[in-house]
Each structure stands twice: as C-alpha cells, then as structure tokens.
C-alpha cells in the first residue's frame, strides 16, 4: 500500500462509510432524545396541572411507524395498572389517565 492511489482508495471508502451511516446514527440519536423529552419531569408536571394534554402523536417510535405502515414491537411495552394502556417500560406515569407508575 506505498501507492499514493491506493491511500486515496481507501480514503475514499472510509469517507463513503461514514457518509452512509452518520444519518442513520444522527437519526437514532434525534428519536432517542424525542422519547427522553418525552418523559421529561417538566412535561409530566404539565400535563399533570392540565395545561397540556396527552394526544396519540406522543410516542414517536409509534408514529414514525404509523408513518412507514408497520407497527413497533410490543415487547418494550407495559400495561396502566388503571386504564390498561399500553406504555413504554422506560415510562413514569401513564400518558391516558396520568397515573403514575409504582415501580419500573
């Protein structure tokens, strides 16, 4: 690999590499911190006092796959002890009936 084009080759794939997998991680990262914000402490005091209101787009995985038309797996998911909603395990309160949760 002394040869000057085989350096640039190989720098070249390396920069196709990262071209092609920087978006997907970028993404995954941006959906991650949605459903964090989504859970945030400020959000469920909110929608606790009834200034905001829980709607269906709240789940961003849940939409996104409403949007691709398939739906998410249902084995990260829990069950409200009090409306039987179905919600996520890394959740504190229920987004239905705003119950919170007991334990993890």
Known sequence: MDDPSSYR?????????FVMV??????????????RLQNDALVLELRQQGTL????NDDVLAVLA????FDRADGSRIECPTCG????????????????????
């Open 22 to 35: 920087a978006p997907t991680i970028l993404f995954l990262g941006l959906v991650r911190g949605l459903e």
């Open 9 to 17: 080759i190989v720098g070249r794939l390396a920069l196709a590499a």
């Open 85 to 104: 909603e179905p919600n996520g395990t890394d959740e504190r309160c229920c987004p239905n009936c705003l119950d919170q949760f007991s334990g993890p």
């Open 66 to 69: 409403n949007g691709l038309e």
């Open 53 to 56: 209101e829980p709607s269906p």
